[in-house]
């Protein structure tokens, strides 16, 4: 089994209740009361589950090492015991954007978008992993699954910076966005 | 399922009949007569089958718009007729390549290597089809999985290739490699 690999299932259960869970571009996920976030493959629903997401976490595609050295430094680990706010945010983006070559996607992503750049302004306050599906065996509904945690009075900034993203020439890419909020009960 | 999924099975049954198999570096494979390339997940080995390596076609990783100009315009589909030969390559890099970010892996790769325009040198005659492996669910024994066709009379050209390719500075980070030749008997 590939160690990077995490199932997020929504259902019954789980150790994050869904606050809400907003459909921005395309179609809503089921709504569900909690999310379960699993290591490795859950290949079949268990009992109360609605839905599984599956994502592996993988080396950078865009940034650079000098990028590499801001994020380092400022970046704040997941699971922090204040942050008890968390999102999971899946996307899919149009196959205009896989088509791209390398350097157009760099160039979107970040010399026109500045998405790097935006997720800076926010840390350490807004922690992320980043989950890839789109080269999963099983044909997967989005593309990425971002899992964020941040204290509660960070929602605000959080909120901001998905405003600040969500504006930018990438994300005319992005053809599905469903954003869920949680909070931790542990 | 994943459409952009293969699978090649290495046992006593397949299209393309085993000529040799020989580690380049580190492990190799244990030797099999034939290999059968399968749409999508072969997930149990069939009767008679040794191994099983699976990969997916994906977006390019380092390829900029000018390199991929000058390849769509050079390159070849693969299973031409006279295309009898091929080798399927697996290869693994070190996990000191995959920590270094974007910018420094293409440096290596393309500005120090020439990976894409060693290529391109030997376009149109070989011809050839990248899988991912490292993302995949299960823990697949290699990173990459490469599948080249070409005539007979082009096999020196191919192995005049492979000797410049694994002469660069790009190769130092591979710690496990391959090379199977066949030939199709269809």
Not at 103 to 130: N, V
Request: glycine share 8%; proline share 5%; aromatic share 10%.
């Amino acid at each position: 089994m590939n160690p990077r690999l995490f199932s997020f299932v929504g259902g019954n259960m789980g150790t994050w209740r869904v606050l809400s869970s907003t459909a921005i571009v395309g179609e809503p996920l089921p709504h569900v009361g909690w999310i379960s976030v699993e290591e490795g493959n859950v290949e079949h629903l268990p009992l109360g589950g609605s839905w599984v997401l599956r994502g592996v976490a993988s080396n950078e595609r865009y940034t650079t090492q000098a990028e590499k050295g801001q994020l380092t430094a400022r970046q704040a680990p997941m699971g922090r015991p204040e942050a008890t706010y968390g999102a999971l945010i899946p996307i899919r983006k149009r196959d205009a954007w896989w088509a791209m070559s390398q350097d157009r996607r760099r160039e979107i992503f970040e010399e026109r978008s500045r998405h790097i750049g935006i997720g800076l302004d926010y840390l350490p306050a807004i922690a992320r992993k980043l989950h890839h599906c789109r080269d999963l065996p099983t044909s997967e509904p989005f593309d990425f699954l971002t899992f964020f945690d941040f204290a509660e009075e960070d929602e605000t900034e959080f909120d901001a910076m998905l405003a600040e993203l969500r504006s930018t020439e990438e994300w005319n890419y992005i053809d599905r966005e469903v954003d869920i909020r949680m909070v931790r009960l542990a």
